[in-house]
């Protein structure tokens, strides 16, 4: 497949390459797949986003979260039973 960029998107791919360190065509292919191919997340992607729950929060936040998050009837929509 052949795909023909226009100037403006050849241009913005190539400064935001530039910014991350790496080459216009590896940043255009990575982000097709990206949005194309549905990545299988890795053990660390999904500890990443979790740990992305807490940041900003406060202790006592953290604890209400970590509360929610043991609570499985929470998660699927059944009545407490303890």
């Not at 990575?30 to 900003?56: C, H, M, W």
């Amino acid at each position: 497949m052949t795909i023909t960029l226009t100037p403006e998107i050849e241009n913005a791919i190539a400064e935001q390459a530039q910014r991350e360190g790496t080459t216009a065509e590896r940043l255009a292919l990575d982000s097709l797949r990206n949005l194309f191919v549905t990545p299988k997340p890795t053990p660390e992607d999904i500890l990443g986003l979790a740990a992305q729950v807490y940041k900003g929060l406060s202790d006592k936040e953290k604890d209400e979260v970590e509360k929610i998050a043991l609570d499985r009837d929470h998660f699927f929509g059944e009545r407490s039973t303890h």
